[in-house]
DNA sequence: GCGCATATTGTGGAAATCCGCAATGCTGGC
DNA sequence: GCCAGCATTGCGGATTTCCACAATATGCGC
C-alpha cells in the first residue's frame, strides 16, 4: 500500500496549499474536508500519516483521534492547532499523537514532521509484519513441538525433556528437529534469537 | 538510594501542602525554592521523580528540565502548570517529560501521577542496573573469548569457528567454556537469551 | 475403509560437544 | 628471573546431538 499524507482539514486553501507543497516534496497527499469524510474512508491498510485540524465543523480533529485510536489504527498523527489547549495536548501525545504543529506554520517544518512521521509508520509496519511472521511460524507448530520448544529455550538437554515429558528421547529429537525447521533456524541459539523479546 | 518526590516551587504554601500531601501518602518529599537550589543539589544518584512548577523567578522549570536532560538525568519529571503553552508542552514531552498537571488540580490525580512516576523511576533504574550487569560481564572477556562469542551466536559450529579463527577445535572448545562460565549462562541459548538485543 | 497428520519408539552409526589432564609459549609486571 | 594471565594444543574418553530407516497407534475427515 502506497503511503500517503492524508489531510484532514475543513479549510479548502489549507488543503489545496498543503497539498501543493507537500507533492512537490514527493509526498503523495489524499485530503478530506472533515473528520466524518476521512473516518469513512480509514481501514486498516492504509499507509502514511494523518495531518490533521483540531478545529472542524461536525466531529473535531481530537474527536476523530479518539476514535482512530478505539478502532486500532496505528497511522502517525499530526495535529494542527491554531490555539494553545495544554490538556488536549498533553492527553493527545500521552496517546500516542505524532506531533503538534501550530498555524500558521513554518512549510518546511510541516513538511519534515511529514516525512519523520511518513519514515514512523514505514518502520512500524516492518516491524508488525516481522512480528506476525514469528507468530504465524509458530501456530504451525503442534502441541507437542511447542512444549519441546518451550523446553529446549530453557536450556535443558533432550534427555531431561524426555524425563519431563515422560517421552523416548529419541521422541524429544523428532520434535526438536520439526519444530527447527518449521521456525526456519538451524539450531537453538538461532532460534532463541528470533524469539527474543517474545516470552 | 531512597526515592523522593522532588518539590521545586517558589511558592512555599505550595511546596507544604504538596509535601504533606504525599507524605501521608506515604511519599518521602524534598522540596526545593528555586529551580537553581534544585540543580545544585542533583546528583545522577538520585532516585525518585520531580515535580516541577513552569513559572519561577530566576531560573524557569523549563529551563532546568533542559539543563538536567543535558546532564543525563533520567528521573520522571511532572510539570505544573497555571496557563497553556503547547508548544512548550510539546516540546518538553517529546524530550521525554513524564507528565503535565494544571494547576489547580486534583489531589489524588497529582498523587497517583507521582507514584506512577516514581514506578517508572524504579523500572527504569533495574533495567538500567541489569543492562550495565551484562556489560560489565562482557568487559571481562579476553579478546578471544569475545571473538569466539560472537561466532557461537551466529550458530557456528566449533568446527568452523576453528576454521574461521585459524586455530584448533580444543582452544574453540576452552574460550567456549570460558566464557559461558564468565557470563554466567550454562549453554549457548542462554546466552542468547541474556544478550538480546544487545546485538 | 482409506489416507493423512500426529505422536511415539527403536536401532545403529556419525558427528559434535564437553572436559580432565597435561603441556608449551608469549607478554607484562614485580 | 619468577609468576600470573592468556593463548594454544593434543590425547582420550564420555556424553549429547543428529538422523536415516523403519515401524506402530490414534484420531479425523472423506
Redesign the pocket.
Known sequence: MTQHAYLVDDDEAIRDSLTWLLESRGVACASYPSAEDFLAAWDSSLAGCIVLDIRMDGMSGPELFELLCERGCKLPVIFLTGHGDVPMAVSALKKGAFDFVEKPCNDNELVNRVIEALKLDANQRVAASDSDSVNSLIARL????RQVMELVLSGK???LIADE?Q?????V?????NLLEKMGVR??VELAQLLAGKR
Do not use: D, G, P
Open positions: 503442534t502441541t507437542r513441538e538437554l533432550n534427555k515429558l517421552i523416548s528421547m529419541r521422541t529429537e523428532v520434535h526438536r528437529a539450531t537453538a
